[in-house]
Every structure is written in structure tokens, then in C-alpha cells.
């Protein structure tokens, strides 16, 4: 079951605990204690501000929770975490959401990626070219992770992923 949503109220605790400059604390927090600080999404939705430095946030969480909780392939890590970035990015960028949560779970031989906004919009699988510069989000989340999809709920959808855990 997931934890709801922080709503217009809880905007203001969840972006006092996003660093004011993230390249700065994200990347040089060291992966051990990245779960305490922000939030462990193995245990519990783990919200986000509506912020572009949110998808690398998310990155740093899904990196440092794979490499606790699960002893995934180097490269099923490297997809996991991008993908991630990608299905935060897109929540940030097309939602209008005030926050987005994450959340990982276990399945049987899976791990299984949830972000959720309150937008009900769904996201589109568009065709994409070679040069194109944008619009590859869902066109990576199809192309490497095993299963994907969309959930809605009463107030909003989580968007999904589910990676093998080994090979």
C-alpha cells in the first residue's frame, strides 16, 4: 500500500529537506546515508518537490537502494537508475504536480519502480528518431526495462517499471 501523496500543505516540509544547491550535497552525500537523509522509497513512498534537481535526487536514491537492498548487475543498476531520472523527469516537466512520489519494491525476481503525481494525464509513446533531442523518456523506459505501465487513481496515476533482480 502506498503512503498518500503530500498535498499543498506538506509542499513546504518536503523542499526544506531538498538542498538548496544540489550538485554540491547530492552527489558528494555519500551513498550509505542518502536513504537516511531523504528517505528510504524501499520502505516507504519517498516524496519529491516539482523541481528540475528532483530527477537527480531520485537517481541518488534508486543508486544508493539498489546498492543496499539488492545486489542487482552493474548494468540492471545503471537502467534502473536512469530510468528513474526519466519517469521523475517527465512527472516534473508535464504534470504541474507540487510533488511526486517514489517507491521500489521487491517482487519475486523483480524490483518494481513507482512514480506517482496527481495528474491524470496519461504519458504517450511517441515514435522517435535518430536526431531527435527530446521525447526519448518512455521510449528507454519500453526499450530496457522488462514491463512498464500505468496505473490511475482516484487523484492522479503512478507510473511503473519492473527490471529483472538477476539474470
Not at 495528474?119 to 515514435?127: A, D, Q
Request: proline fraction near 8%; aromatic fraction near 6%.
Amino acid at each position: 500500500m502506498m503512503v498518500a501523496m503530500a498535498g499543498q500543505e506538506d509542499v513546504a516540509s518536503v523542499t526544506e529537506r531538498v538542498p538548496e544547491d544540489p550538485a554540491e550535497t547530492w552527489d558528494a552525500e555519500p551513498v550509505s546515508t542518502v536513504l537516511d537523509r531523504f528517505g528510504d522509497p524501499t520502505v516507504a513512498e519517498v516524496p519529491l518537490p516539482n523541481r528540475p534537481e528532483s530527477a537527480r535526487l531520485a537517481r541518488r536514491l534508486a543508486q544508493a537502494a539498489l546498492q543496499q537492498r539488492w545486489a542487482l548487475p552493474t548494468q540492471r543498476t545503471e537502467y534502473t537508475v536512469l530510468l528513474v531520472s526519466e519517469l521523475v523527469g517527465n512527472a516534473v516537466r508535464h504534470t504541474g504536480a507540487h510533488t511526486i512520489g517514489i517507491r521500489m519494491l521487491p517482487r519475486s525476481g523483480w524490483i518494481r519502480v513507482e512514480v506517482r503525481d496527481p495528474s491524470r494525464g496519461l504519458p504517450c509513446l511517441l515514435p522517435v528518431g535518430e536526431l531527435d533531442t527530446s521525447g526519448r523518456g518512455l521510449f528507454l523506459v519500453d526499450t530496457l526495462a522488462e514491463r512498464w505501465g500505468v496505473d490511475l487513481l482516484p487523484c492522479g496515476k503512478t507510473t511503473w517499471f519492473e527490471i529483472r533482480a538477476a539474470d
